[in-house]
């Protein structure tokens, strides 16, 4: 699985079980709406400073939001596409 769509699949999960809009992330992570959107879609993958403002904005540290990337990144190669 690529790790930009591993990324924004955690991202969503996370942003959804905090009862959040990625507008609300957004604001606290200092991003536009429309970039969360792009990440939760796979469509880009964040900078290591994006990656520690949204980890910040989600109540988590940079190294527990990396580590469910790739949790999720082991779990989706083994998914059939």
């Not at 079980?17 to 709406?33: D, H, I, Y």
């Not at 403002?53 to 083994?78: F, H, M, P």
């Amino acid at each position: 699985m690529d790790a930009g769509v591993a990324f924004g699949r955690v991202l969503r999960r996370l942003r959804l079980e905090a009862g959040l809009t990625q507008e609300q992330v957004g604001f606290e992570a200092e991003l536009r709406r429309t970039y969360v959107s792009i990440l939760e879609l796979g469509q880009q993958q964040p900078s290591l400073a994006t990656i520690l403002k949204l980890a910040k904005a989600l109540n988590q540290s940079g190294q527990e939001l990396i580590g469910l990337v790739e949790v999720e990144i082991r779990l989706g190669s083994g998914r059939k596409r």
